[in-house]
């Protein structure tokens, strides 16, 4: 499964923007298996966490299915 390292920008919903280390943002929904709550993305947002996100492409839309999200530091 693809991975990906990057800094949460963005939150709405279960929706996230994740920039990479080459500056470049994708966007994601997130997977019902996550191993994350809705919830808990705005407070990575807030705090620019560093993650990284193990995904899949989401069917239907221009957008990629975050399956696991794992906190790499906490600022």
Not at 42 to 69: D, M
Request: one cysteine or more; aromatic letters at 6%; charged letters at 25%.
């Amino acid at each position: 499964m693809p991975e990906m390292e990057g800094v949460v920008t963005i939150v709405q919903e279960g929706r996230f923007q994740l920039t990479d280390t080459g500056g470049v943002s994708h966007h994601f929904v997130l997977g019902r298996h996550a191993l994350c709550e809705t919830e808990q993305l705005p407070k990575l947002a807030h705090e620019q966490s560093r993650v990284r996100v193990k995904y899949a492409q989401a069917k239907g839309i221009i957008a990629f299915e975050a399956k696991r999200i794992t906190l790499l530091d906490a600022t």
